[in-house]
């Protein structure tokens, strides 16, 4: 089945570490997506890539930062610079269609807890 | 730029009562419009949409139609059943198509 894979499902660190979040999908999607989730502020978005070696920072990008070597992953370091790195993270894909917007296919997410 | 109001939560509700999930939009033109479902604990997933004004998307009982003369499209069911607790976003493209902005989320909790 296709679909998108995050792992771990719950992220324990202490403060001041920095930690990969893991993204990988066999959908073939060319954009990728990272999305943090705080209770009663929906989903921000912090980083997005349209293609392979390309990505762009989003509205929350300060704090954290993404690579996109491969097409089918997009991880996720949330680093020391983050003020409150405590949150749900979510990975998304997409076939882009500029000027349009397509449907997103999300994964299951990571919770990460700083402590 | 770009926006989309949800109605406040929670939203609570007996089983086969009638569901209304009040969203709003702003924005340049007419984009895509989704809605998105996440249960406890899990990612979103795609409801439905509707791509241009007048469509109506429906799916699982659910239903929304995108009217541009109130730049809406609110979320509607019949009859909710408890299994259909989980937080529901309205969500549209960026003006660059680049991303989706999402709604604040509105949770609904449904008792038997």
Known sequence: DGGITQSPKYLFRKEGQNVTLSCE???????????RQD???GLRLIYYSQIVNDFQKGDIAEGYSVSREKK????????????????????????PLAGVG???????????TVL | GDSVTQMEGPVTLSEEA?????????ATGYPSLFWYVQYPGEGLQLLLKATKADDKGSNKGFEAT?????TSFHLEKGSVQVSDSAV???????????A?????????????
């Open chain 2, 66 to 70: 995108y009217r541009k003369e109130t």
């Open chain 1, 25 to 35: 999908q066999n959908l073939n999607h060319d954009a990728m997506y990272w999305y």
């Open chain 1, 39 to 41: 209770p009663g502020q």
């Open chain 1, 72 to 95: 089918e992953s997009f991880p996720l370091t949330v680093t020391s610079a983050q003020k409150n790195p405590t949150a749900f993270y979510l990975c998304a894909s997409s076939i």
């Open chain 2, 88 to 98: 529901y976003f309205c969500a549209l493209p960026n003006q660059a198509g680049t």
């Open chain 1, 102 to 112: 397509d449907t997103q296919y999300f994964g299951p997410g990571t919770r990460l």
């Open chain 2, 100 to 112: 989706l902005i999402f709604g604040k989320g509105t949770t609904l909790s449904v008792s038997s």
């Open chain 2, 18 to 26: 009638f569901l209304t999930i009040n969203c709003t939009y702003t």
